[in-house]
Antibody, heavy 120, light 110 residues
């Protein structure tokens, strides 16, 4: 079945970096894109950006530009999201989600989420 | 930047119809997607491109979009429909195109 499986929970200190993985299975990885969405405790959904698994094109949320990098490894059907210079307000559950085609499509398959806690 | 406005909460009795709105400037010109999120779980796409349903989503879920308001309608509401619901669009109107989510609506089944 189609699924996205994310890496485990992380605890980081302020100023550090975190890299979350998202392994896809059950579909042709390069035929879709991957969006990353985060959700702070008790808050709504926040889009972080999108990457095409076909050609690596990216589109990042303006507020995260310069701190976030999204990549893919087509040999392992895995997407990665790295966030640098972590702050306490980066504490959130981070989700990857499959997007058919272009970034404006609906996110039809989601990973289980990865909790990232930033604390000194 | 583009803003989507949802009511914080909607309450409905079982078997009745719930309507959750999503307001935005000329949202009728955009494609709207809707997600259901239950506590502790990842979101699930329930309606895409204004009114299409992914496979496995009950026909009770439907969507419409016109003018400045998109609406998610849930007919014959069940206890299991209690969740947070989010609308989403792609905003290409600025220099920096991006995905926008509404603030979310908590659906309570009385």
């Amino acid at each position: 079945q189609v699924q996205l499986v994310q890496s485990g929970a992380e605890v980081k200190k302020p100023g550090a970096s975190v890299k979350v993985s998202c392994k896809a299975s059950g579909y042709t990885f390069t035929s879709y894109g991957i969006s990353w969405v985060r959700q702070a405790p008790g808050q709504g959904l926040e889009w972080m950006g999108w990457i095409s698994a076909y050609n690596g094109n990216t589109n990042y949320a303006q507020k995260l530009q310069g701190r976030v990098t999204m990549t893919t490894d087509t040999s392992t059907s895995t997407a990665y999201m790295e966030l640098r210079s972590l702050r306490s307000d980066d504490t959130a559950v981070y989700y990857c989600a499959r997007v058919p085609g272009v970034p404006q499509g609906g996110m039809d398959v989601w990973g289980q989420g990865t909790t990232v806690t930033v604390s000194s | 930047s583009y803003v989507l406005t949802q009511p914080p909460s909607v309450s409905v009795a079982p078997g009745q119809t719930a309507r959750i709105t999503c307001g935005g400037n000329n949202i009728g010109s955009k494609s709207v997607h809707w997600y259901q999120q239950k506590p502790g779980q990842a979101p699930v796409l329930v309606v895409y491109d204004d009114s299409d349903r992914p496979s496995g989503i009950p026909e009770r879920f439907s969507g419409s979009n016109s003018g400045n308001t998109a609406t998610l309608t849930i007919s014959r509401v069940e206890a299991g429909d209690e969740a947070d619901y989010y609308c989403q669009v792609w905003d290409s109107s600025s220099d920096h195109p991006n995905v926008v989510f509404g603030g979310g609506t908590k659906l309570t089944v009385l």
